[in-house]
């Protein structure tokens, strides 16, 4: 018959119909499997269903081979196919025109929890019609399932709308983001119904793992706070071979003798580069600007909630339109009577916001402000609407007797980054001017004929622009806002100026410096001891200004974060300025060192050559004349 291997097979003598129907390799794309029949001596002995053997295990049918006995695989009578939400779907084999769907869709192991029985169809072939090809929709109960199939139809079963009949879905900046049942009188403070019920799982994660931040902290501590020797050891035993031994003795330990080490080595280990920049760093960072410290995670573990603006999204079956009811959270919570716990419906959807998804008034923000240095109590304080920096100082316990406040540092994040941008706007435009410079330097050349002097002080231009940018390029913004303090010792706190302080601010008093800084072109950069009443020229007298120092170009870095510059053209008013404690006065070097003289001298030769080719220029034009 319809088999894939027809012919004659040697089987064992216990062999039974299953066996054989495997060693044949079954029917072939045309042929029955569950039509079929073992014939002995011309009669059909049994009739071989292999879906009941396979669904249901059913091996009635299956007898014992005997000797000379046929396995006809008869013609396949035609086929139907289960496709969408049944468990099994596929293409089956009809056996005969009494089948029905219930029959089917058991050999297809019946519908998954995520069918819907109300919902199915049946595309079903009538040849021979005009349009021979027909849908049918019918439900999987026990009038449907008992339809008849034929060959060719196709039966799809639906997927349930993922739709809840009763469902509040709550979201947002909540403890748990839920689905919950709804029921008739439900309203918002029946979801909500505290403020702990607010808290995000972020914020639960803060609180839970602040203790492992503790641990990385001080073991990044540690591992900052080595001591140049303890990395030239750290370096030292990586290059030492593994299996080495000491004095023959066990491998577990390494002995150093200092009196061993060569000198070149030891003195290396106190002058290497990296080693003592990294000290030198990190002992000059300001206490007020730590990285990662307990004071700068202080105030928040708790993620800050909107109070005043929540909503409740609701969309209306009859006409798909979506309507958003805001409301306050915060009246709700206080009181259930108020006119903002509004009635839920069925599928509504509230959010609650945190003030990092919509930005509300300074005056509703919880912000904390660290204050540090000469005040009585320093630490992280809370800023209510309407504090300043004077209440700030007093919640501090007010300033002690060696408070410096015209040197108090008032730093802001926002302005670090604003400065970082404008820092590197600076950066682009230095080198575009430098560049700019050094090519009209060397296209006016004029009609010097020294032109290795040219060429090397168009070099000295470039090197000094480069170190000018790399200088630049080493500043570290801090975000410090110059606060305007009149330049005197007193400490009044009623000449602090009344700012609104923001998150994350941080404020450091310190003591009153004994010392005016002097830097750049100076013969000793030193700090001098600070008196009353010497100005900015006292001082430089007292360092004595180099051969090359810019004495119109003097900066004046205050100690409030402010800068001063010379502004008059017709002489350096800011020498004659009274320098206050802590003051850095910075002299730069002239860009061009060339000496009035020389510069005279140069000119003067130039035009000398310059009249001396015009009149060889005259007299040859007047010769060729004559």
Known sequence: GQSRFPGSYSLASQSTLTIGLFASGGPNG????????????????????????LSKGDKAADVKLHDGDVIY????????????????????????????????????????????????????????????????????????????????DLVSVAAIIPELANGITLR?????????????????????????????????????????????????????????????????????????????????GVTINMGQLPPSGFSSLGTSPGINQDSDRLAAKPSFVPEDSLLDRIGSLIEEVNLDYAVIERIHREDLRVSVMPFNLGRVLADATDPDNFLLEPGDVITVFSAKDLRVPLAKRRMFVRIEGEVHMPGVYPVLPG????????????ITPDAYLYGMGFYREEVRKSQQQNLQKLLSRMEAEGASALSQASQSTGATSDAGLLKTKIEAMRQSQLQAVERVRTLKPEGRIALGVPAELQNRLDQLPRLRLSQGD?????????????????????????KVGLTVADYLRSAGSGSGADKDNVILLRADGSALTNQSRWGNELLSIQAMPGDTIVIPEKL?????????????????????????????????RQ
Do not use: C, H
Request: glycine fraction near 8%; proline fraction near 5%; charged fraction near 25%.
């Open 30 to 53: 045309n042929g029955s499997i569950r039509r079929v029949q073992l014939k002995r001596q011309g009669a059909v002995v049994s009739e071989f269903d292999l879906y009941n053997f």
């Open 73 to 152: 695989f008869p013609r396949a009578a035609g086929y139907m196919a289960f496709i969408g939400k049944v468990n099994t779907p596929g293409v089956y084999e009809i056996k005969d025109a009494s089948e029905t769907v219930g029959d089917f869709l058991s050999l297809a192991g019946g519908l998954p929890v995520v069918a819907d029985p109300r919902r199915a169809t049946l595309e079903r072939l009538s040849p021979g019609t005009d349009q021979p090809r027909r849908i049918e929709v019918f439900s999987l109960d026990a009038l449907g399932l008992q339809k008849t199939i034929k060959s060719g």
């Open 172 to 252: 947002g900046n909540v403890a748990q983001p839920a689905r919950l049942a709804w029921r008739a009188g439900m309203r918002v403070s029946d979801v909500i119904s505290r403020k702990s019920l607010l808290i995000s799982p972020d914020s639960t994660r803060r609180q839970n793992e602040v203790l492992f931040d503790a641990f990385e902290q001080e073991r990044s501590a540690r591992y900052r706070a080595r001591t140049p020797l303890d990395l030239a050891i750290e370096r030292m035993a990586e290059k030492m071979p593994q299996d080495a031994e000491l004095d023959g003795k066990a491998k577990s």
């Open 387 to 398: 504090d300043s920096l004077t209440s700030l100082i007093q919640k501090a316990g007010g």
């Open 506 to 530: 941080r404020i450091y008093l310190p003591a009153r410096p004994d010392f005016i800084y002097v830097f750049g072109s100076v013969n000793t950069e030193s700090a001098l001891i600070f």
């Open 592 to 624: 061009d060192r060339e000496s009035v003289w020389s510069s005279a001298i140069r000119n003067v030769k130039d035009f000398t050559q310059i009249l001396f080719q015009l009149g060889l220029g005259a007299a040859a034009i007047k010769t060729l």
